[in-house]
């Protein structure tokens, strides 16, 4: 079968032959169809973030899928059902531990998970996976096209959890929300506050000159486009509104620093993202201040558990479908993957390398993988 794998920091995605794989006692086999590609493809591509499982020099990619039960191999899972397979897995070796046994793998320390596709583990950017059929999460036929987009919405679905959980000891009833960062991740969120959540004012902030793609979401979902270059995040509480809710999707570290200043009193941000090291100078003293004297909070949130997943079909499912084909600017089969890593194919031609066309779509959001027909 095909697959698309990377050597980590070496190397760019390509086509590799793997033998089909067998499903062990409890697991099923999955035909992949869709797969995601996000941020965090990137950082595992350039090195910066996961890594091969131990004795790979290469990695299978992907952690955003969709795809169909081929064999239910004795498991209660049913053949011919669309799932969406969760990310993290066991460490090798280890067949559970406490926090795999609890339902919470999400909130699981360092060296107690794999991230398929990400770290330690082979990714779902394959015709064939095998899953254990507790980690595949079921979704209805009609939200397959889109089923790749379950696990990132989990992403927020688990962070906003989160948020709301540090605010639970008391009142709390936020309108207006922020969102830092117009990559898909953002994007899925801010279509989260305008639409499932009703937020009444929602802000999303990125770099981008207009006219722009994801500015047009942007503005198609009612909220307000925030220029950083114009507004730094640490101006937005004088210049727009103080924000009851943060959500930061950019990996841009300052943020997590500058989004105490744009909260509002009583307000929480959670941060997503994903920086790399990055020594600053921030006045700790003034911050530390301003987080106690208005009960604001900062909640860092990685990954989701089938719960997340399960709120994220509910959500996908009332996610106006011409939001969603605005996000996903691109579904590519084999024959065209690197239109599917546009960032890649963008830094490749740039470079002078191969005779790697630029991609035709302008400023691509959101791209997949097709690897069979749903
Ligand atoms: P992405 O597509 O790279 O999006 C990041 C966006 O932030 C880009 O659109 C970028 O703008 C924008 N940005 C970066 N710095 C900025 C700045 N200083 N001012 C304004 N905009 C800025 O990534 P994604 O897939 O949406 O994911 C977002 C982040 O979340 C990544 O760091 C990723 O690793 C992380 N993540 C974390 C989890 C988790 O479980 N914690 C899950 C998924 C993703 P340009 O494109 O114009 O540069
Ligand atoms: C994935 C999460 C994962 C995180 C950190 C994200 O892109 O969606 O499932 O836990 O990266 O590796
Ligand atoms: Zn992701």
């Not at 993202?273 to 909070?297: I, Q, T, Y």
Request: proline share 7%; hydrophobic share 40%.
């Amino acid at each position: 079968m095909k697959a698309i794998a990377v050597e980590p920091g070496a190397g760019v995605p390509e086509i590799v032959e793997r033998p089909v794989p067998e499903p062990a006692t409890g697991d099923a086999l999955v035909r992949v169809c869709r797969v995601g590609v996000d941020g965090t493809d990137y950082e595992v591509i350039e090195g910066s973030h996961g890594g091969t499982p131990a004795g790979d020099d290469r990695l299978i990619l992907g952690h955003e899928a969709v795809g169909i039960v081929e064999d239910a191999n004795g498991t209660s899972l049913e053949e011919g059902q669309y799932v969406v397979p969760t990310v993290r897995r066991p460490p090798a070796g280890a067949e559970t531990n406490e926090y795999f046994e609890r339902g919470e793998p999400d909130m699981a320390p360092e060296g107690e998970y794999v991230e398929r596709g990400i770290l330690g583990a082979h990714g779902f950017m394959a015709e064939y996976v095998t899953s254990p059929a507790d980690s595949l999460v079921p979704i209805p036929d009609e939200l397959a096209p889109w089923g790749f987009l379950v696990e990132p919405i989990s992403i927020s679905e688990k962070a906003l959890q989160h948020a709301r959980a540090t605010r639970s000891a008391f009142d709390w009833e936020p309108e207006s929300a922020l969102v830092l960062g117009n990559g898909s991740l953002g994007l899925l969120t801010v279509a989260m506050f305008t639409t499932t959540l009703g937020y009444d004012r929602v802000y999303c902030l990125g770099r981008r000159d207009r006219p722009d793609p994801s500015i047009d979401v942007i503005e198609r979902l009612g909220a307000t486009y925030v220029d950083s270059r114009e507004t730094p995040v640490s101006e937005i509480a004088t210049a727009y509104e103080p924000m009851d809710v943060i959500y930061e999707a950019t990996g841009y570290a300052k943020h997590a620093f500058e989004s105490i200043d744009a909260l509002a009193p009583n307000g929480v941000a959670a941060l997503l993202g994903v920086p790399g090291d990055w020594s600053f100078e921030v006045d700790g003293g003034r911050l530390h201040r301003e987080l106690v004297l208005h009960n604001k909070a900062l909640v860092g949130s990685v990954n989701s558990n089938r719960t997340h997943f399960e709120a994220a079909t509910e959500t996908l499912a009332a996610l106006p479908d011409e939001v969603l084909e605005a996000i996903v600017t691109g579904i590519y089969g084999l024959d065209a993957v690197d239109r599917a890593f546009p960032e890649i194919t963008a830094n490749v031609a740039a470079a002078g390398h191969g005779s790697s066309e630029r991609v035709e779509d302008d400023t691509p959001i959101k791209t997949a993988v097709e690897f069979a027909p749903i």
